[in-house]
């Protein structure tokens, strides 16, 4: 079956612009949670979606936002981007809310300049 | 805070040799602690998870043992071969919850042939 898509791989953006990220969790995954891996940070949490809700959010600015639709794949949003945005952000899913066990996807490289 | 510690941040080992790498939690609730291998230029993927009502658990050349009462949980990696060369992450879940994990800084493991 397929894995995680995250779409696109690579994004290279300007300071003071906003990007949007897609993830397309595993069929039948309806929690999809969102990371930040930089080298400095490690991975850190941003925000979890269940049912096109937001049910956890990890200490990040109100730049970092997020979407679920219906269909379970979800959006994340950064707006005014600064140069210490440019990270991999990965998206994770789960079958149900409080399943373990997260499935990764390549995550987005994205680069701020 | 909620936190996780890992140790080393690199490890270089002999093929054939074991290696072991060590995290620490500090949320006393947590009762589920997933290990993560990164390759580059992908996701990380799970590759062996515990819970808090089990002290050890093996796959293959693979084990983890949790002590709750210190909050510790190490991964061993016996038998050590070319191919387990990558980043690996240990995690703990917080609160009652799945929902949201927190990640190690992760150990650069080398194998050296």
């Known amino acids: 079956k397929a894995g995680v898509t995250q779409t696109p791989r690579y994004l290279i953006k300007t300071r003071g612009q906003q990007v949007t990220l897609s993830c397309s969790p595993i069929s039948g995954h309806r929690s999809v949670s969102w990371y930040q891996q930089t080298p400095g940070q490690g991975l850190q949490f941003l925000f979890e979606?269940?049912?096109?809700?937001?049910?956890n959010k990890g200490n990040f600015p109100g730049r970092f936002s997020g979407r679920q639709f219906s269909n379970s794949r979800s959006e994340m949003n950064v707006s005014t981007l600064e140069l210490g945005d440019s990270a991999l952000y990965l998206c994770a899913s789960t079958l149900d809310r409080g399943d373990y066990g997260y499935t990764f996807g390549s995550g987005t490289r994205l680069t701020v300049v | 805070g909620e936190n996780v510690e890992q140790h080393p941040s690199t490890l270089s080992v002999q093929e054939g040799d074991s290696a072991v790498i060590k995290c620490t939690y500090s949320?006393?609730?947590?009762?589920?602690f997933p290990w993560y291998k990164q390759e580059l230029g992908k996701g990380p993927q799970l590759i062996i998870d515990?819970?808090?009502?089990?002290g050890e658990k093996k796959d293959q050349r693979i084990a983890v043992t949790l002590n709750k009462t210190a909050k510790h949980f190490s991964l061993h990696i016996t038998e050590t071969q070319p191919e387990d060369s990558a980043v690996y992450f240990c995690a703990a879940s917080i609160g009652s919850s799945a929902s949201k994990i927190i990640f190690g800084s992760g150990t650069r493991l080398s194998i050296r042939p």
């Open positions: 979606y269940f049912s096109e809700t937001q049910r």
């Open positions: 515990i819970r808090s009502n089990v």
């Open positions: 949320d006393s609730a947590s009762n589920y």
